[in-house]
């Protein structure tokens, strides 16, 4: 009988990087007539089977073992990237909704809701046809400003696609970042400051 221990780590919040069932169905493969058990306790991979081996197949194990550990490091990396752009893709929804400021520097922010976009859409589609001035209110409504002709609300318009381009923009230069990273260490260096 041949008892191999071979030491991994553990992943996020002391989670397994072994894969029991991927690691035994690869011994399977490699051994077909052995009776074996695998199993990961405290940051080790304990592998019993029936049979001795010779320094060759414990070789061919261990390189099994490695090749695990690695692809469970990989995937952990993955689902880490994953997280990492969800929260890109959370912030840059954020910032949208957080308006567009005009003129520049004016403190005066209007608001950027999924109905406010479609409603300054559709006014800037209408916008040679439309009476001036008309009340717009910022989105605390503590200013109500007037739009005092159609450049004035295409100005807005573009302002406000512009803040969006520059959310996307932004976030999809972090996320092109994060997919970069080759692995952990990489990636948490990896920040949205915006």
Known sequence: MTNLTFT??????????????ELSASLRALLPDAVFSVVEVDGACLIDIDIDIDDDMRQSVSDLVAANIAGAVSRSLAHAKRSARDDINDRTSVLISMGFEYPAASGHVFSMSDTAQRNLSELDKLRSVLTYPFA??????????????????HA???????RIQWAYGTGNAIKAAINAAEDEA?????????
Request: no cysteine; aromatic share 2%.
């Open 156 to 162: 807005r318009y573009l302002t406000a696609l512009g």
């Open 186 to 194: 990489a990636l948490a260096l990896v920040v949205d400051s915006r």
């Open 8 to 21: 991994t780590e553990l992943g996020e919040a002391g989670s397994s990087m072994v894969d029991e069932a």
């Open 136 to 153: 717009m209110a910022t989105v605390d409504d503590l200013l109500i400003d007037a739009v005092t002709s159609a450049e004035d609300l």
